[in-house]
């Protein structure tokens, strides 16, 4: 069982950056993938972004390889999620996620433990 809990969401303007970070509860994050998901009003959740077990693999989504970089450290339980040069395609809840499964997982039904959420707004 795990506890993920999103932080650093907030209001940035168009070309901006923000980091968020999820923690996990006690010392299982570094038995799991983890990944970042978001979802706009609207539309069905995306994948972002997954990290494997080691951290040195990581996977993106095609819109924001280059922009957006995840990253784990196993020792303190927390994922990263660096985002710069935001634009108007970015704004969501941004979910935080775990996975038991083999590989790394992209959709959203192969993850079992999820947080509640940090949104994202950005502003022109």
């Known amino acids: 069982q795990v506890q993920l809990v999103e932080s650093g969401g907030g209001l940035v303007q168009a070309g901006g950056s923000l980091r968020l970070s999820c923690a996990a509860s006690?010392?299982?994050?570094?038995?799991?993938?983890m990944a970042w998901f978001r979802q706009a009003p609207g539309k069905e959740r995306e994948f972002v972004a997954a990290?494997?077990?080691?951290?040195?693999?990581?996977y993106y989504t095609d819109s924001v390889k280059g922009r957006f970089r995840i990253s784990r450290d196993n020792a303190k339980n927390l994922v990263g999620l660096q985002m710069n040069s935001l634009n108007p395609e970015d704004p969501a809840v941004y979910y935080c996620?775990?996975?038991?499964?083999?590989?790394?997982?992209?959709?959203?039904?192969?993850?079992?433990?999820w947080g509640q959420g940090t949104q994202v707004t950005v502003s022109s």
């Open positions: 990290v494997t077990l080691s951290g040195s693999s990581t």
């Open positions: 006690g010392r299982t994050c570094s038995r799991y993938t």
């Open positions: 996620a775990a996975s038991i499964g083999v590989g790394v997982p992209r959709d959203q039904s192969e993850y079992e433990y």
